[in-house]
């Protein structure tokens, strides 16, 4: 739902705040991240933890992934992921 999709992009937003990172605001059900490392690197850690993300390299953006907001719970398990690529 619409509400759904405005609390978990607040809590996004809060998370990528805290661990210092970019990312785009946007009025979409995703968010584009800088996670100034390479992209396709994230995307295979974050694979083997069964998180799917997009690369933003296609759209000419090497460190960027594109995060689609989902429920709380995976939002969360997506940080704690994140989090666990982005410290390796």
């Known amino acids: 739902s619409q509400k759904m999709n405005l609390a978990g992009k607040e809590f996004l937003y809060q998370e990528f705040k805290k661990l210092g990172l970019?990312?785009?605001?946007?009025?979409?059900?995703?968010?584009?991240?800088?996670?100034?490392?390479?992209?396709?690197?994230?995307?295979?850690?974050?694979?083997?933890?069964?998180?799917?993300?997009?690369?933003?390299?296609?759209?000419?953006?090497?460190?960027?992934?594109?995060?689609?907001i989902g429920s709380l719970e995976e939002n969360k398990r997506f940080i704690t992921g994140l989090k666990t690529v982005l410290e390796a």
């Open 22 to 68: 970019d990312y785009v605001e946007t009025e979409a059900n995703f968010i584009f991240l800088n996670t100034n490392k390479d992209c396709q690197e994230v995307f295979a850690k974050l694979l083997k933890l069964g998180i799917i993300i997009r690369t933003g390299d296609i759209f000419g953006y090497p460190t960027y992934i594109r995060v689609t």
